[in-house]
C-alpha cells in the first residue's frame, strides 16, 4: 500500500505510484469492502448498525470512485453523530491521506489508533502519514508493530525494510522486504532495487546484480529503470575490476629488553643465574613483505598464492636475528546462510624459520574456517589448524629433549563491532595439542584472547589492544629440570602476551604504528619463567 507524499522521502526514489491504495480497515481487499457496503446501502438497516455506519457505508463508496470531498462531507457527519466512530476517524485518515494531506490525517489516525490500538491496519495507516511529512522516528515503531502482527499487508515490508536501510540495518532490511508483499509495480521495483543494495552493503555482489536485474524486469518502462541500469552496470564493472594483487610493506625499529629470553631472577635453580649472566638486550630494524594474488575471483570464490618474509637484525646480538619465509596457498567461498553472509575457506602454508642464518624450524601447516556475519554488530569465526614442525636439532639430541611435534588446535572468535567496523571488541578461545617426539615439550593448552579497537575523532588515529593468555599443561614430568630434582616436576607454563598499539594512517596507503608488547610467561620451572618487553616504531605501506 503507498500513498504520494508531498515530498519525497530524504534517500527514496523519486517514484510515485499510479494510483492510490487504501488501506482497509480489515485485512481483507477492498473490493471485498465496496461489496460489503454496498449490501448495507440494499439492505434495511438492522438493529446493530448505526446512523453513523451508513455515512461511513456511503463515504467509503465516495471514496472508491475518487469524491474525496464528498466522503469527508459524510465521514464529518459520522462523527457529529457519534465521535469515537473507529471506522470513521480511520476512513478520515484514509480520505485525507489520499488527498496528499497527511498533517491533517494524523490526528484522526491517532484517534482511531487510540480506540483500537492492537488493529495492525490502523498502525501501519498512521505510519503512513508520519513517514511521508518524513517523520522517520515515529512511524518507524507503528510500522514495525504492524510487520509484526501482520507482515503480509500490502506494501508495509517495503516501509520498514526502507526505514531499516536508512539505519544501516542492512539484514534488517532483507528481511522486512521478503517478508512483506506488493502489488503496486513501483514498490515491487523499488523493494527489489533496495533489496540489491542491502544485499551489496553485505558483500554478495551476485546476489545483489540479480536483485536489481529483477527491480528492471518488474518495470521496464518506468523511469527508475535507466538509473537501476546503471547501478547494475557498475556493479558488474566494480566485480570485474577488483583488484587482485595485495601487497605490504613494513619498515621499523625496536628495542627489546630480553632478547635471549633470559629467566627471570631465581635463586632456587643454579642454572638461572648461569644464564642471566649474558647480555641480552638490544636496538634493532625489522623488515617485513607480503604479496598475495587472487588467481582465481568469481562472485563466490577466490583462490590466492601468496609469500611473506619478515627478517629482524639486532644491533647489540646479531645471533639472534631471524628470518622468515612463509608461502601459501588458500580458497574461500562466499555463500549466506539466510540473509547472513557467510564465508568458508582453507588455507596451506609452509614456513621456514631462521636464526642467525641456520634454520632453525620449518612448519607445514593446514587450516580450514567459517566466517558468519549475523549482523552489522557481531561476526562469528570457526577455525581448525594442524601444523608439522621440523626443528633443526643436534644429532646428539636426547629423545626427551626432541622438540618435533604435530600441533591440533580448534577455536572460535567473537567479534562485537561499532560504527561500521571503527570500533571493536573481541573474545575468542583455542585449544591445542602439541604431540611432540619428547616428552619434554609434550602439552595441552587452552589459550583465552580478548582485544579491541577504539578510532579517535581526531585523524581517525586507532588505539587497539591485545591480550594473550595461553595456558600450558605438559604432560610428562621435565626428565631435566629443575636441575636440582630432574624427574620431580611436571611443567606448568601461563604465557601472558599484552599488546598495545596507536596506528595513524597516512597519504598515500601509508600507516605509522607504535607497539608495546609485554610478555610474562609465569612457570613452575624456573628456567622457562620469563618477561620480555618490546618497543616497536614501525612505518608501513599497503597496496
Request: aromatic share 12%; hydrophobic share 40%; glycine share 6%.
Amino acid at each position: 500500500m503507498m500513498m504520494s507524499p508531498k515530498r519525497r522521502p530524504r534517500g527514496a526514489l523519486a517514484v510515485r505510484p499510479r494510483q492510490p491504495v487504501v488501506l482497509c480497515m480489515r485485512p481483507v481487499r477492498l473490493l471485498l469492502i465496496v461489496a460489503l457496503v454496498a449490501s448495507w446501502l440494499s439492505a434495511q438497516a438492522s438493529a446493530q448498525n448505526t446512523e453513523a455506519d451508513v455515512y461511513v457505508a456511503q463515504a467509503v463508496l465516495e471514496y472508491s470512485e475518487g469524491k474525496y470531498d464528498a466522503a469527508l462531507a459524510n465521514l464529518r457527519k459520522a462523527l457529529e453523530t457519534e465521535p469515537d466512530h473507529v471506522e470513521a476517524l480511520y476512513f478520515t485518515g484514509v480520505v485525507l491521506m489520499a488527498k496528499n494531506d497527511p498533517a491533517q490525517a494524523v490526528p484522526f489516525l491517532e484517534k482511531a489508533r487510540a480506540r483500537s490500538r492492537n488493529d495492525p491496519t490502523i498502525a501501519f495507516q498512521l505510519g503512513l502519514a508520519y513517514f511521508a511529512q518524513q517523520q522517520y522516528d515515529r512511524a518507524e515503531p507503528l510500522l514495525e508493530e504492524a510487520l509484526r502482527s501482520q507482515p503480509t499487508l500490502d506494501g508495509l515490508g517495503y516501509y520498514v525494510g526502507f526505514l531499516r536501510y536508512r539505519k544501516k540495518d542492512y539484514r534488517g532490511a532483507l528481511d522486512a522486504f521478503r517478508a512483506g508483499r506488493a502489488s503496486n509495480p513501483d514498490l515491487q521495483q523499488l523493494t527489489k532495487f533496495y533489496s540489491g543494495l542491502s544485499l551489496g552493503v553485505l558483500g554478495l555482489p551476485g546476489q545483489a546484480a540479480a536483485e536489481i536485474d529483477q527491480a528492471i524486469r518488474a518495470a521496464p518502462a518506468s523511469a527508475f529503470t535507466g538509473p537501476a541500469e546503471r547501478l547494475r552496470d557498475s556493479m558488474v564493472a566494480a566485480r570485474q575490476g577488483r583488484r587482485r594483487l595485495s601487497a605490504e610493506l613494513r619498515l621499523g625499529f625496536f628495542y627489546d629488553d630480553n632478547v635471549a629470553v633470559v629467566p627471570n631472577a631465581d635463586d632456587s635453580e643454579p642454572l638461572v643465574a648461569a644464564l642471566r649472566r649474558a647480555k641480552t638486550r638490544s636496538t634493532g630494524e625489522l623488515f617485513g613483505l607480503r604479496a598475495d594474488y587472487a588467481w582465481l575471483k568469481t562472485d563466490q570464490w577466490e583462490a590466492t598464492i601468496g609469500y611473506s618474509f619478515f627478517t629482524t637484525y639486532n644491533n647489540d646480538l646479531p645471533s639472534f636475528n631471524i628470518m622468515s619465509h612463509l608461502a601459501n596457498v588458500g580458497l574461500t567461498y562466499r555463500t549466506a546462510v539466510g540473509n547472513m553472509p557467510l564465508l568458508l575457506g582453507g588455507q596451506y602454508a609452509f614456513d621456514a624459520l631462521f636464526l642467525d642464518q641456520r634454520w632453525f624450524v620449518l612448519r607445514h601447516t593446514g587450516s580450514a574456517f567459517a566466517s558468519l556475519v549475523e549482523s552489522d554488530r557481531y561476526l562469528t569465526q570457526a577455525f581448525a589448524r594442524y601444523q608439522n614442525k621440523n626443528f633443526n636439532q643436534p644429532i646428539d639430541t636426547v629423545r626427551e629433549e626432541n622438540r618435533d611435534a604435530n600441533n591440533w588446535m580448534i577455536g572460535l572468535t567473537q567479534l562485537f563491532r561499532f560504527s561500521e567496523d571503527r570500533h571493536y571488541v573481541k573474545l575468542g578461545y583455542q585449544f591445542d595439542w602439541d604431540d611432540t617426539v619428547g616428552q619434554n615439550y609434550d602439552y595441552v593448552g587452552s589459550r583465552i584472547l580478548a582485544g579491541g579497537q577504539y578510532t579517535l575523532p581526531w585523524l581517525a588515529i586507532r588505539l587497539k589492544y591485545d591480550l594473550d593468555v595461553h595456558l600450558r599443561n605438559y604432560q610428562r614430568k621435565n626428565s631435566l629440570l629443575p636441575s636440582p630434582a630432574p624427574g620431580t616436576l611436571q611443567r606448568r607454563d601461563s604465557e601472558i602476551t599484552n599488546i598495545v598499539r596507536a596506528e595513524l594512517p597516512l597519504p598515500y596507503s601509508f600507516t605509522l604504528a607504535a607497539e608495546y608488547q609485554r610478555t610474562n610467561n609465569i612457570s613452575n620451572i624456573a628456567v622457562f619463567d620469563y618477561t620480555r618487553n618490546v618497543y616497536t616504531l614501525m612505518l608501513s605501506w599497503s597496496y
